[in-house]
């Protein structure tokens, strides 16, 4: 019985990470602007914004960063999307970076569960720490 249950918890995590990998991020949910008014940190994730920049030293920062991958735009466009995922499970976490006049927008938010932990808003502020 006890082999069973551990041999079912084995088959379920597998089952389970190939999901979280595996599930499409379709650009058209997630390359979006998201209208906020200040810096505010919430249970989904985190919204910066910072006076104008080089939007192209902020995006070169945020593709050095470890499993992020573009999905949406150019800096050139002045709006994109980027995805990185966790370490071990693989959990992906959205990033909307736009040029809004005079400021650079930044939208961070985890694409499964209904809160991130704080990762979003370490990630995000160690970016713009580093600027």
């Known amino acids: 019985m006890i082999k069973s249950i551990i041999v079912f918890g084995i088959i379920l995590f597998g089952v389970l990470n190939i999901y979280v990998r595996m599930s499409k991020i379709d650009p058209q949910n997630f390359h979006l602007i998201t209208e906020f008014k200040e810096n505010a940190d919430t249970t989904e994730g985190v919204f910066r914004s910072i006076a104008s920049g080089d939007m192209a030293t902020l995006v070169a920062r945020v593709q050095a960063t470890p499993r992020t991958t573009r999905l949406a735009g150019q800096v050139e466009d002045g709006k994109m999307t980027f995805v990185t995922r966790s370490l071990i499970w693989g959990f992906p976490d959205i990033t909307t970076i736009w040029q809004d006049k005079d400021k650079i927008k930044i939208h961070a ?16 502020d160690a970016w713009l720490a580093s600027l």
């Open 109 to 124: 938010r985890q694409r499964f569960g209904l809160y991130d932990f704080g990762v979003n808003a370490k990630r995000v």
